[in-house]
Nanobody, 125 residues
Framework: KFVESGGGLVQPGGSLGLSCAAS????????IGWFRQAPGKGREGVSC????????SYADSVKGRFTISRDNARNTVYLQMNSLKPEDTAVYYC????????????????????WGQGTQVTVSS
């Protein structure tokens, strides 16, 4: 399973770092994505990272502010979130993505089957 952590309450303009740790399996061969779901909205793709060359992709709404990375030795994927905005408030999930990391992969949330339990991020003053 995935275990997400690092969420919390932060003021606008602040930063948070999320972690996605894999338990019971190895992350190394897998393409991983971060997704989020705000209250009353559908789940949307935020960022992904490939399993081979470390290529990444970001939703337009987070480009330049969020950075995804992975440490296969620690079996963990990270999402560093800077310059946070109230509209970033959501439950954040990591998941295995079935397609090569790209904007297309981030749009295909319906094809994602293996989710973590999520971690709440609240951006508010």
């Amino acid at each position: 399973k995935f275990v997400e952590s690092g969420g919390g309450l932060v003021q606008p303009g602040g930063s948070l770092g999320l972690s996605c740790a894999a338990s019971g399996f190895t992350l190394g061969p897998l393409r991983i994505g971060w997704f989020r779901q705000a209250p009353g909205k559908g789940r949307e793709g935020v960022s992904c990272i490939s399993n081979s060359d470390g290529a990444t992709s970001y939703a337009d709404s987070v480009k330049g502010r969020f950075t995804i990375s992975r440490d296969n030795a620690r079996n963990t994927v990270y999402l560093q979130m800077n310059s946070l905005k109230p509209e970033d408030t959501a439950v954040y999930y990591c998941a295995v993505i079935p397609y090569p990391c790209s904007a297309y992969a981030l749009s295909m949330t319906g094809d994602v089957n293996f989710w973590g339990q999520g971690t709440q991020v609240t951006v508010s003053s």
